[in-house]
């Protein structure tokens, strides 16, 4: 993995050409335009990533994981053939930070302590459901799969939560960003039908404002979506619901006010953390290969600016 410690400071780039970011390397790329592309001409054969002007790729995702385990590597795989997108081998990647993070916390047994540590109480027993792959079935957590189908999701583009957590007494939907905004609207008109009119107007029980509002004028579409199914889910199995948005300390921070002023009182917890909370929530446990996970965080870089300056992931 190449992180701070491995990359230049500042890339060398002309409107045709760029520069390997890891250190000492010479290569020249040509500048890749509009769509990233993983072919041969864009491949830096020195370091084996795929170069663009603002980030770069691995040609193997194993590459970006700081857990080179064979069992974590085995469970992983056997995600990705469920998962609608594989995004790991990016730099900049959501997917692998939160891979990385929260199955460091779940191997090192810190997972139920990290979630009281957010306000989340009594958080005994945690399952968790990376990307919704239930261990058990080996297929889509079967509650989501019931959330879906009685929302009129379809199979092929369902609400896919980056972790579902389930406890003892709660359901714990959490959307982990680092550069993506939680701004995002339908793609289809039609869907607020399906959404408001289901299992007796249950959005109308769970929001105080209208389809519209939310999910196109005010661009909380994902953020609806997971509030709704998550409390629905959280109903079946008569337990509390927790929606946790995971974001870089200088980003979405009004997204409490800004989302929670929809929410009907009562309901269930709509919060927002940190990553830069979860660095030292680890740095004042004693929990094993500690110094990796801290590392990781402290040098983790998600790309280059269009100048070609190298941008850090986190504030510590």
Not at 178 to 196: C, F, G, M, Q
């Amino acid at each position: 993995m190449y992180n701070r410690t491995t990359l230049k400071e500042k890339v060398s780039q002309t409107a045709e050409w760029i520069e390997c970011p890891v250190l000492n390397c010479k290569h020249q790329v040509p500048r890749q335009k509009k769509t990233f592309k993983t072919t041969d001409d864009y491949l830096c054969p020195n370091h084996n990533i795929f170069l663009s002007p603002t980030t770069f790729e691995y040609t193997d995702y194993t590459m970006n994981l700081i857990s080179k385990n064979p069992e974590d590597i085995q469970l992983l795989r056997t995600i990705l053939k469920k998962k609608r997108e594989n995004r790991l081998a990016r730099n900049n990647s959501e997917d692998a930070v939160t891979w990385n993070m929260f199955r460091y916390l779940e191997t090192s047994n810190q997972l139920e302590r990290y979630l009281e540590s957010i306000g989340i109480h009594n958080a005994c027993n945690p399952k968790i459901h990376y990307w919704c792959y239930d261990k058990e079935s080996q297929n889509t957590y079967p509650l989501l799969l019931k959330a879906r189908s009685t929302f009129g999701e379809k199979p092929s583009s369902g609400s896919e939560p980056d972790l579902i957590i389930e406890t003892e007494d709660a359901i714990i939907v959490i959307e982990c960003k680092t550069e993506s905004s939680n701004n995002t609207i339908p793609s289809r008109v039609a869907v607020e039908k399906l959404y408001t009119e289901a299992d007796n107007w249950f959005f109308t029980k769970v929001f105080n404002a209208g389809f519209y509002t939310i999910a196109i004028k005010e661009k909380k579409y994902e953020l609806l979506r997971f509030w709704l199914l998550g409390l629905w889910m959280a109903k079946q199995k008569k337990k509390a619901f927790y929606l946790i948005n995971l974001v870089r300390r200088i980003k979405e921070r009004n997204i409490e006010r800004e989302f929670g002023k929809h929410l009907t009182s009562g309901m269930g917890t709509f919060k927002r953390t940190t990553w830069e909370e979860m660095y030292h929530f680890i740095k004042r446990s004693s929990s094993p290969n500690q110094n990796i996970a801290l590392h990781y965080l402290e040098n983790q870089t998600i790309g280059y600016t269009s100048s070609g300056n190298i941008k850090m992931g986190y504030r510590l």
